[in-house]
C-alpha cells in the first residue's frame, strides 16, 4: 500500500488503514491481523491470502461492494484502483466532460474482480462500462461480480478472442 503524496488528494486510502476496525467489524479478514512486539496491527503483505481478504474487505466496507475473486488469479489493491478512477474523474471534469450525459468506458482485460468498472459505476452513477477479458474463468468472476452487485444495467462483462483488439 502506498500511503505517500502521491495519492489523490480524495483517496480515503490517504490515510493509514485501520485494522483493528476492519478486523471487529469483519471476522474473516481479522483472522489475517497480526501485532508486533509494540502491539500495533499489521497484515502479511507477502501472502496472497491476506491480500485477497483485505480486498474484499476494503470494498465491502468503503463501497458495499461485494466480490469473489478466485485463487490463483491476481488480487487488485484497491487504493491504487481508486486513485485511478479519481484521476479520471479529475482529466473528465478539466476537459468539461464530466456533465456529459454518460460517460462510457472500456476496461480491457477487466480481470475476475472487474474493479476498475466496480468502483467507478458506484462511484459515478452515471457511468457506464464494457469490461473485456480473454480469461473465461476471469470473465465469469467478474460477471458474477457485476451480477451480486446489481449492477447489470451498468456494466457489460464480454469475452473477446484474443488480447489484440482493433478500436477505430
Known amino acids: 500500500m502506498a500511503f505517500n503524496q502521491f495519492m489523490h488528494p480524495r483517496n480515503i486510502y490517504r490515510q493509514k488503514i485501520n485494522y483493528d476496525h476492519l478486523a471487529q467489524e469483519y471476522p474473516e479478514f481479522g483472522r489475517h491481523v497480526c501485532r508486533d512486539s509494540k502491539g500495533k496491527p499489521h497484515i502479511d503483505y507477502n501472502d496472497i491470502t491476506v ?32 486513485n485511478y478512477i479519481l484521476w479520471i474523474e479529475d482529466l473528465l471534469q478539466y476537459c468539461r466532460l464530466s456533465s456529459a450525459s454518460i460517460i462510457q468506458g472500456i476496461d480491457i482485460g477487466t480481470g475476475s474482480c472487474s474493479i476498475f468498472p466496480l468502483l467507478a459505476t458506484i462511484l459515478n452513477p452515471d457511468w457506464r462500462f464494457v469490461a473485456t477479458e480473454i480469461d473465461s474463468i476471469n470473465l465469469d468472476y467478474a460477471d458474477k461480480n457485476v451480477k451480486n452487485n446489481n449492477l447489470q444495467d451498468k456494466i ?13
Open 156 to 168: 457489460i462483462s464480454e469475452y473477446i478472442l484474443s488480447s489484440f483488439v482493433l478500436v477505430f
Open 51 to 82: 491480500l485477497r481478504s483485505l480486498t474484499k474487505t476494503l470494498l465491502k466496507h468503503d463501497f458495499h461492494l461485494d466480490v469473489q475473486i478466485p485463487e490463483q488469479r491476481l488480487v487488485p489493491t484497491v487504493p491504487m484502483r481508486l
